[in-house]
C-alpha cells in the first residue's frame, strides 16, 4: 500500500513539473526551464534573460568576462507592460541609483548604493550591504512615505515615515544601522504616541507611551517599568 502511494506521488509530482515546465509560444529556443525559480532562463555570450513562466521577459542585464551581471539591468512586470525596476550593476554587485516602480508606473523604491565592500552583517538582515546616499519609499497613490539614508550598507542619520496624508508617523536618527538618539512617534492624530531614547551606541534607555488624548501610559527605563 505504502509503495503504491509513493508511486502515485512519484507520478503526480513529474506531471506537475512538466506542466510547469511547458514552454509557451514566443520564447527563444535556447531559454532553459530553472524548477526552483520556475522560470526560464536564456545565457548569451554576453547578456543575461530571465523569462516569467507566462513566456513575458522577466529580467535582462550585461555579463562581463566572469558572468557576472555588468551595466544598465531593467526587470520588468509580470501581467501589465512596464519596468517594475532600472539600475547598473559593476561585477555582479548594484552600483548607483535604482528605482522601483509599482504597476502602474509610479516610482515604489528609489535607491543609491555605493562601490564599496558590502558589509556582511547589513546582507544577512536582507540588505545589499553596500547601500550608501538617501533612499525613499512612496505609497501606491503617490505620496512619500519613508524617507532615510545609508551609509556602508546601514541606516544613518536622519529618518522619517509619514502617514498617507503627509502628516509624520515617526523619525529618529541611526548610526551604523542602529537606533540612537531620541525617537518619536505619532498618532493619525498627530498626538504623540510614544517616545524612545538611545545613547549614540544605540543602547536603549527608556520610553514613553502615550494614549490618543495624551496621557501617559507607561514608562519603561532600562532596568524597570512603570506601566498601568
Not at 552583517?121 to 519609499?137: K, S, T
Amino acid at each position: 500500500m505504502k509503495f503504491s502511494k509513493f508511486i502515485i506521488f512519484f507520478i503526480c509530482s513529474f506531471l506537475f513539473v512538466c506542466e510547469s515546465a511547458e514552454r509557451p509560444q514566443g520564447l527563444p529556443a535556447g531559454a532553459k526551464y530553472d524548477k526552483n525559480m520556475n522560470a526560464f532562463i536564456l545565457n548569451e555570450p554576453n547578456l543575461a534573460r530571465i523569462y516569467y513562466d507566462n513566456g513575458k521577459l522577466y529580467f535582462e542585464c550585461p555579463l562581463d568576462e566572469n558572468k557576472l551581471y555588468h551595466g544598465l539591468c531593467k526587470s520588468y512586470l509580470r501581467s501589465e507592460e512596464g519596468i517594475s525596476s532600472i539600475g547598473k550593476y559593476e561585477h555582479g554587485s548594484k552600483i548607483g541609483d535604482w528605482v522601483w516602480y509599482f504597476a502602474d508606473g509610479k516610482p515604489y523604491i528609489k535607491q543609491r548604493f555605493g562601490s564599496q565592500t558590502k558589509d556582511e552583517f547589513a546582507q544577512i538582515n536582507g540588505d545589499e550591504g553596500n547601500e550608501e546616499g538617501p533612499y525613499e519609499r512612496y505609497y501606491p497613490e503617490g505620496s512619500l512615505e519613508v524617507k532615510g539614508n545609508y551609509k556602508n550598507g546601514k541606516k544613518s542619520d536622519f529618518w522619517q515615515k509619514y502617514f498617507k496624508d503627509g502628516e509624520l508617523e515617526y523619525s529618529g536618527y541611526y548610526s551604523k544601522g542602529k537606533k540612537i538618539r531620541t525617537w518619536f512617534y505619532y498618532f493619525p492624530n498627530r498626538q504623540t504616541e510614544s517616545v524612545e531614547v538611545f545613547d549614540e551606541n544605540g543602547i536603549f534607555l527608556s520610553r514613553t507611551i502615550f494614549s490618543p488624548a495624551g496621557k501617559v501610559l507607561c514608562e519603561v527605563q532600562k532596568k524597570e517599568s512603570n506601566c498601568g
